[in-house]
C-alpha cells in the first residue's frame, strides 16, 4: 500500500492549521472588537470560501500565481516562489480556503467573553497583549480546539482547490483525496477503498476528540 | 485629592445625555455616587478609569494629570493604578482564586502582599478553587481582594454587592470599610441601597442626568425631607375593603404590605393604585433589632 498521499495529506493539513491559527487569532480579535466601517467587508471576504465552489477558487489562484502573470512572476523572481503545482502553492490556497472555519469560531468565542475581563486586565495594568494571551486566549480554549480541528478536517477533505492548483504530482501535490479520484478513474477500487477508509477513520476520531473534550467527558472520566 | 472636571455625550436611557461633571473628592474620602439607572454613574468610574474618555475637561488624581483634553494628555488605563470592582465580578475563569490575585501583582511586588489579603479576605480555604466554583460572596470578595493587590491610591467599586442577600451584604461591608481603613485608600461606590451608604460612606453625589444634583454627606442628602421627625413613607394602595364602620387600606411600602385603617371620608379619594403617603403624627414608633 501506498503511504505517501496520506502522509502528504496530514502534513498539508499540519502546516495549514498552524498558520492560520498565527493568522487567524489576530484577525479574529480584530473582527471581535473592531467598530470599523470595513468590517463587513472584511467578514465577507473571510466567509467567502464557505459558499463559493472551490474550483472558482483554485480557477483564480492558478490565473493570479501563474508565473505568466506580473504577481505570480514578482513573488518567483524575488521570492523564489513557484505556487503553482507545487506545496507551498496548496499551503497557501488551502490557508484561504480554511480560514472562515478557523476565525469563526475564535471570533465568537472572543465576542462572548464580557468585556469587563479585559478591561479588568487592563486596569491591572496588563498591556493589551498580555491580555489576550494570559486571560483570552485561555477563556476560549474550546473555541480554539473547534477552530484548529475544523479547520484541519476540512484540509483533509478539501479536493476541487488542491486539483485546480496543485494538479496529480506523486509526493508534492497528490493528496490523499486527489489520490482516491486518481484510482476510481484507473478502476482501482481497492486502492481507492484503502485511502477512503483511511481518511474516514482519521476524521472520525478527529471530531469524537473534540466533541469529548469540549463535552467535558475525559475530565470526569479521568476524575 | 481628585479633582473631576469633565463633558462627555453618552447615549441615556431618554436619548442623548450630557455627562457633565465637576466634583472633587478628599483623599482618605469613601464617596458614593447614588442615582437612578442611566444617570451616568457607570460611565464616570470609566471615564476615571480611563477605560472610557471624555470629550472635554481635567482629571487629576494626588497632584498627577491623568487626562487632560486640552494638553491632549490621556494617561492609559494600565498606568493609573486603580483599582476596579466590576458588577459582573470580572474573575478570569482559568485562573484559581490566587492566581487571580497573582495575576494583579505587579512585577516587582511582593508574593506576601497576595497571602495577606487571602487571610484578610478569608479566602485561605478557597485559593485553589475556580470561579466557577464559588458563592456570589465569595467571589465578591475575590474580586475585591484581586483589585488591592496593585496597592492603588483609588477604589473604584461598581455595585459591588447588590447581587448579594441581606445577610451577606452586611458582612462585605465590614469587609469594605475594614480595606478602606487599612489601605488608606480613596474609594468611590456606586450604590442604590440607603442605608448600605450610611454604613460607609462620608460624601455622596446624587446623579440624575448626567449632573450632580445634590451632595453632602448622607444625612445632608437623605434626611433633608423627613427630619420634621414626623414617621412616614411613601407606597401604592394596593386594596380597599369595608370592615364594619370603618375601612381598611392594604398600602405597599417598598416590600412591605401593611393595613391601614381609614374612614369613609377619606376613602372617597382614594382608588387602587394611588400613590400615597402614609404618616403618624401623635404616636412615638417604636424600634426592635431584627436579625
Known sequence: MNWEPLLLTLKLAGVTTLLLLVLSIPLASWLATTKSRFKPVMETLVSMPLVLPPTVLGFYFLIVFSPNNAFGNWLDEWLGLKLIFSFSGLVVASIIYSLPFMVHPIQAGLSSISPSL?????VMGKSKLT???KVLLPTIK????TGIVLAFAHTVGEFGVVLMIGGNIPGKTKVASIAIYDEVEALNYAGANFYSTVLFVITFCILLAVYLINGGYLKRFWK | MIALRIQKKLDGP????????DIQIQKGQFVTLYGASGAGKTSTLRILSGLLQAEKGKIEVNGTTWFDSATKVNKKPQTRNIGYVFQDYALFPTMTVEENLLFGLPKKGDQKEVTTLLEMMELVDLKDRKPTTLSGGQKQRVALARALVQKPAVLLLDE?????DMKIRLKLQDYLLKVHKTYELTTILISHDIGEIYRLSNQVFVLENGKVIKSGTPSEV???DTISGKFKFKGEVLKIEKDEVVYLVTVLIQNEVVKVIAAASEIKRLTIGDRVIVASKA????IYKIE
Do not use: C, Q
Open chain 1, 142 to 145: 474550546p473555541s480554539l480546539l
Open chain 2, 222 to 224: 437623605f434626611l433633608n
Open chain 2, 283 to 286: 404616636f412615638n414608633p417604636v
Open chain 1, 131 to 133: 491580555t489576550l494571551i
Open chain 2, 14 to 21: 431618554n436619548g442623548d445625555m450630557l455627562l457633565d461633571l
Open chain 1, 118 to 122: 479585559k478591561e479588568a486586565a487592563y
Open chain 2, 160 to 164: 459591588p454587592l447588590s447581587a448579594l
